[in-house]
């Protein structure tokens, strides 16, 4: 459970589902499956997250990477009031 404010707590699966819908509003991407290979470190209101992708075929696949880092960035800012350090991407699959 992260602490926003002394009276506002998100827990891991709320951070994550802001993660895994701010992946899915960049066209081509998707977070890998079966394992969600998603982690969000939190310290001290700033943020770190580590995620494992999976892009549809003929996408540039450096241009839907900084896209999903630039998504998931903002939503963390906008939603949680986090300074985000770095959104880390491994493109691990293919989608046919």
Do not use: W
């Amino acid at each position: 459970m992260k602490v926003l404010s002394p009276d506002v707590k998100v827990t891991e699966g709320a951070l994550t589902s802001i993660v895994v819908r701010a992946v899915e509003g960049v066209g081509g991407a998707r977070l890998r499956r079966p394992k969600r290979k998603v982690t969000i470190a939190v310290e001290g209101g700033h943020a770190r997250v580590d995620l494992a992708l999976a892009v549809a075929y003929g996408n540039v696949l450096p241009d839907v990477a900084r896209g999903v880092q630039q998504e998931v960035a903002d939503a963390l800012a906008r939603m949680c009031d986090f300074t985000v350090d770095a959104v880390d991407v491994a493109i691990e699959e293919l989608d046919p």
